[in-house]
């Protein structure tokens, strides 16, 4: 997180030109664990220090040891974004390392975290602050930012979805009905939802439950939704395999359509349609001649897209249903 305004240089720093930020430990500065800093004889790692305000991000008690030490100078890695982010990253680091934050400590920074970050999840957060999810939408129920971020939130992985996953949902349990090989990811990345909820409505649909549920209002959507899943059903059974002619025909035809010429989306669709059509002599030629130590990563790739592709022929499906 913060990577990219995480400068990776380490640099020198005069000790006397930084300063001490508000910290998220309640408890202040642990005089114990400060004095056997100082007397290690390991290399400790860089600070971390706010660029714009000089003051320390995370690293407190290891500058308090090196002041002890009578050293003049720390090495420092210096930290470009906000305020509220140089927070964030400081409860990060002392939740992944050093002095761990009290159970209390973490949810105040959770608290203050949702208010200077309201887009992101429960989850988000949760990872950052060391708590369950659930704790963190308990103490944003609590507070005013409940709605402060709309009506979706940033997740882990950085996509935007939906508070209300309903929609997601729907269109979920039509992908696993029309294409049951689809992964979690798969079906999380092309329903807009997150992993964990794609499995809850695969387990669901498992066992023979609504896949939304019933304080959602999923009674009042099922007449909709098994009409929809019937619909698609029926698409996937009767997909069959295009011969090559067939294919390139169908290109073509597809190449010479202005709906899809004159626009760049459809423009780039017909590319990447386009790269596809290889006789099989030609792929055999490519598969080949891949290096043997690309091997892993060219079948990792060409999974990857194959499970891309399956999601669009399943959603262009769906909007026909």
Do not use: Y
Request: proline share 5%; with cysteine; hydrophobic share 40%.
């Amino acid at each position: 997180m913060f990577e990219q305004q995480l400068e990776e240089v380490v640099v020198e720093v005069d000790i006397a030109s930084i300063s001490m930020a508000e910290s998220p430990r309640s408890s202040g500065e642990d005089p114990e664990h400060i004095q056997a800093l100082a007397e290690t004889e390991v290399t400790l790692p860089p600070i971390i220090v706010h660029r714009t305000t000089m003051r320390v991000v995370d690293g407190a008690h290891r500058l308090r040891a090196a002041e002890l030490r009578g050293d003049e100078k720390i090495k420092v890695k210096f930290f470009d974004g906000s305020k509220a982010d140089a927070f964030v990253l400081a409860v990060g680091s002392n939740i992944t390392h050093g002095l761990p934050l009290s159970m209390t400590d973490r949810k105040s920074a959770a608290a203050r975290i949702i208010v200077s970050h309201p887009q992101w999840s429960d989850r988000m957060i949760a990872s950052v602050s060391g708590i369950s999810a659930g704790t963190v939408a308990e103490i944003r129920r609590r507070t005013s930012a409940e709605d402060a971020a709309g009506g979706s939130r940033i997740g882990q992985d950085g996509r935007v979805r939906p508070i209300n996953s309903a929609a997601g949902r729907e269109l979920a349990s039509r992908l696993i009905t029309a294409n049951p090989g689809l992964s979690l990811r798969q079906i999380a990345r092309a329903a807009g939802i997150s992993p964990e909820t794609a499995r809850d409505v695969r387990n669901r649909m498992s066992r023979g439950e609504d896949p939304l549920p019933k304080s959602r209002g999923a009674a009042k959507a099922g007449g909709r939704r098994t009409e929809a899943l019937s619909r698609s059903t029926a698409g996937a059974a009767t997909a069959e395999v295009v011969p090559m002619a067939d294919r390139l025909a169908a290109v073509h035809r597809l190449t010479s359509d202005p709906a899809l010429r004159f626009n760049e989306t459809g423009r780039r669709l017909l590319r990447l349609l386009n790269i596809n059509m290889l006789s099989t002599e030609e792929w055999q030629e490519i598969i080949a001649n891949v290096p043997p130590h690309c091997s892993g990563i060219v079948a990792s790739l060409a999974r990857e897209c194959a499970g891309m592709w399956d999601e669009i022929a399943v959603r262009v499906d769906l909007q026909l249903a």
